[in-house]
DNA sequence: CCCTGATTCGC
DNA sequence: GCGAATCAGG
């Protein structure tokens, strides 16, 4: 399939639509997402708000690096909330607060580990309130500790294919 | 390994 | 002009 004056009109919307190559390419049918990108670029589009990748080549914000004051030795590990429980799990609706005010670098031994934002960018922080014996504050503990999923599910079958799983 | 766009280069 | 192969990155 050649590049008509239809399917050209039609790459160039969905391209400043913002939807990928790959995507295009398989709406407009008979062409690959290489055939797209080298079009676009011979269009002389390019440059456009990537879904799914900030874009930032170039300049990489050069970590400031925070006043920090305590905590020298930040603890490494981080622990996870355990997000995967039963089916449903609405009820819990804490959520928002107040953001983490921890980072990883002031993020100090007593304090709440729970992670908030997205750890792959970089305003990721930690809840950072003061936490007990565990590695979360009272709140998230709650939250991370759920009860191993109670009444329900507790037949012969269910027993056996739950204990299967760690042979 | 999935995805993204960018570039190259033989056709 | 075209697009597969390849590159560079998240």
């Known amino acids: 399939m050649g590049w008509t004056d239809e399917r050209v009109e039609l790459l160039k919307k969905l391209w400043q639509d913002g939807l990928s190559a790959s995507q295009i390419a398989k709406q407009l049918g008979g062409v690959t997402r290489n055939a797209v990108i080298g079009k676009v670029h011979r269009l002389g589009l390019s440059g456009r708000a990537t879904p799914s990748k900030p874009a930032r080549t170039v300049f990489k914000a050069p970590r400031p690096a925070r006043p920090v004051s305590a905590a020298p030795s930040a603890p490494r590990r981080i622990a996870e909330p355990v ?23 002031t993020l100090g031994a007593h304090m709440c580990k729970w992670p908030i934002g997205d750890p792959s960018l970089d305003n990721f922080t930690f809840c950072g309130r003061r936490s007990g014996e565990g590695p979360y504050c009272h709140e998230h503990s709650q939250v991370a500790y759920q009860p191993a999923q109670t009444k329900k599910r507790s037949g012969p079958a269910e027993l056996a294919r739950s204990l299967r799983r760690y042979i």
């Open 83 to 105: 997000s995967s429980l039963g089916p449903q799990t609405a009820p819990v609706r804490y959520v928002d607060e107040t953001p983490g005010t921890a980072t990883v670098l």
